[in-house]
């Protein structure tokens, strides 16, 4: 049993000073009993009150299957605002103007889920990202001079292999393709490519911009870097065009040239609002799901439009309350496709989590708003441009 220190209870007992008497054997007893049963009152009272409150906060139950509060835009730029560092730069009153304008005219749920299982997890690992891949989880921490990537059991969580990477590099997501792992930097501009197997460093792909999260769909690359648009990238100009090139020799402007560039961004919205600071990323079901710095939600999102079509909260599995870091916020998913089932983490949370998606009943959205609002119009360009990834 936890102690919880929310429920600490003070109990008043008066002093009273005993009258000086001359002592008997009955007063001795009558004295002694009077002590023994205001003990007994007050143990009782103290039990009563301890199991009445502090048992009430006992951790979810594995095979729960949980339905949270919901995600909004609101509740998410009012997270960001108050992030330290202010990493993502939001306009309260340009979001309340979208808002009473714009209304997205797709189905939009809020998931609820079940938790399968939970595998120890390094709480000193600044998590970055999570990939499967080859029954194995693949893990990618950050910090400068701390980064790591990492190969773990997927029934126990335990450490197979781990390498340093760059010193001068900030890590940051991760993902897997034709055993290449390819791990992005924060502000250094590069992307490492390691061999999966053995972590050895076979490449550094040079790119503009910030790397936050980065997912491969199909024969492509999508990177985002915590603004709202997600960029596509041809996946072999980009992790395969160094094989015919000497290890350590990088491929300077290769990520960015106007041949591997596949087309325009993707523009994040969720009920006619750009959706900022779109972290880890991870492709499953025909959607991409995305971590929101510095939230506890997931966003799955449409490719071809850029729609949230729905969100997950996962505030409930590791409670703001048993945080010591302001950073300790969710961050990791990898999808285990055989199982259709997610792992998810945070920075330096205790546990890896194994869950199961659990559709709730949805609400239909009034469309003709949305089209007012010009939404559909660039929903409609958007899936044109996917469509083209396709061919």
Same mark, same amino acid.
Request: with cysteine.
């Given at each position: 049993?936890?102690?919880?220190?929310?429920?600490?209870?003070?109990?008043?007992?008066?002093?009273?000073?005993?009258?000086?008497?001359?002592?008997?054997?009955?007063?001795?007893?009558?004295?002694?009993?009077?002590?023994?049963?205001?003990?007994?009152?007050?143990?009782?009272?103290?039990?009563?009150?301890?199991?009445?409150?502090?048992?009430?906060?006992?951790?979810?139950?594995?095979?729960?299957?949980?339905?949270?509060?919901?995600?909004?835009?609101?509740?998410?730029?009012?997270?960001?605002?108050?992030?330290?560092?202010?990493?993502?730069?939001?306009?309260?009153?340009?979001?309340?103007?979208?808002?009473?304008?714009?209304?997205?005219?797709?189905?939009?749920?809020?998931?609820?889920?079940?938790?399968?299982?939970?595998?120890?997890?390094?709480?000193?690992?600044?998590?970055?990202?999570?990939?499967?891949?080859?029954?194995?989880?693949?893990?990618?921490?950050?910090?400068?001079?701390?980064?790591?990537?990492?190969?773990?059991?997927?029934?126990?969580?335990?450490?197979?292999?781990?390498?340093?990477?760059?010193?001068?590099?900030?890590?940051?997501?991760?993902?897997?393709?034709?055993?290449?792992?390819?791990?992005?930097?924060?502000?250094?501009?590069?992307?490492?490519?390691?061999?999966?197997?053995?972590?050895?460093?076979?490449?550094?792909?040079?790119?503009?911009?910030?790397?936050?999260?980065?997912?491969?769909?199909?024969?492509?690359?999508?990177?985002?870097?915590?603004?709202?648009?997600?960029?596509?990238?041809?996946?072999?100009?980009?992790?395969?065009? @160094?094989?015919?090139?000497? !290890?350590?020799?990088? #491929?300077?402007? $290769?990520?960015? +040239?106007?041949? *591997? =560039?596949?087309?325009?961004?993707?523009?994040?919205?969720?009920?006619?609002?750009?959706?900022?600071?779109?972290?880890?990323?991870?492709?499953?079901?025909?959607?991409? @799901?995305?971590?929101?710095? !510095?939230?506890?939600? #997931?966003?799955? $999102?449409?490719? +071809?439009?850029? *729609? =949230?079509?729905?969100?997950?909260?996962?505030?409930?599995?590791?409670?703001?309350?048993?945080?010591?870091?302001?950073?300790?916020?969710?961050?990791?998913?990898?999808?285990?496709?055989?199982?259709?089932?997610?792992?998810?983490?945070?920075?330096?949370?205790?546990?890896?989590?194994?869950?199961?998606?659990?559709?709730?009943?949805?609400?239909?959205?009034?469309?003709?708003?949305?089209?007012?609002?010009?939404?559909?119009?660039?929903?409609?360009?958007?899936?044109?441009?996917?469509?083209?990834?396709?061919?």
């Amino acid at each position: 049993m936890k102690y919880n220190q929310q429920h600490l209870v003070a109990i008043y007992v008066p002093s009273v000073k005993a009258p000086k008497v001359l002592t008997s054997r009955s007063f001795f007893y009558s004295f002694t009993g009077a002590l023994f049963t205001r003990g007994i009152v007050l143990q009782s009272l103290l039990l009563t009150v301890f199991f009445s409150t502090g048992c009430s906060g006992a951790p979810h139950q594995l095979e729960d299957e949980l339905e949270p509060a919901a995600c909004t835009i609101q509740k998410i730029q009012q997270q960001q605002r108050n992030a330290p560092g202010q990493l993502i730069k939001t306009d309260s009153n340009s979001l309340s103007a979208q808002l009473a304008v714009h209304t997205l005219g797709h189905t939009v749920r809020q998931y609820r889920y079940k938790i399968i299982r939970r595998l120890p997890h390094s709480t000193t690992a600044f998590t970055q990202g999570l990939a499967f891949y080859d029954n194995y989880l693949f893990e990618g921490t950050g910090l400068l001079g701390k980064s790591e990537i990492r190969k773990l059991e997927t029934e126990t969580g335990k450490l197979l292999k781990s390498v340093k990477t760059d010193r001068l590099a900030f890590g940051e997501g991760i993902s897997i393709k034709n055993n290449r792992l390819i791990q992005l930097s924060w502000k250094s501009e590069k992307a490492y490519i390691y061999d999966v197997e053995t972590f050895r460093l076979i490449n550094e792909v040079k790119y503009k911009g910030e790397g936050w999260g980065i997912a491969c769909i199909n024969d492509n690359i999508l990177i985002s870097d915590g603004s709202s648009f997600l960029k596509w990238f041809d996946a072999e100009r980009f992790s395969g065009a @160094y094989e015919s090139r000497p !290890p350590g020799v990088s #491929i300077n402007g $290769i990520a960015d +040239s106007s041949d *591997n =560039v596949k087309n325009k961004n993707i523009r994040v919205m969720a009920s006619g609002v750009e959706v900022q600071g779109i972290n880890e990323l991870e492709y499953a079901n025909g959607f991409i @799901y995305a971590n929101i710095w !510095p939230t506890d939600c #997931i966003a799955e $999102i449409d490719p +071809s439009t850029g *729609n =949230v079509t729905a969100w997950i909260n996962l505030a409930d599995l590791y409670p703001a309350k048993s945080r010591t870091d302001w950073n300790a916020v969710l961050n990791g998913i990898a999808y285990q496709q055989d199982s259709n089932v997610f792992y998810v983490t945070g920075k330096y949370w205790p546990y890896i989590y194994v869950i199961a998606l659990q559709q709730p009943g949805t609400t239909q959205l009034n469309r003709a708003e949305a089209e007012k609002a010009g939404s559909i119009q660039a929903e409609n360009s958007q899936r044109d441009v996917f469509a083209s990834l396709q061919n």
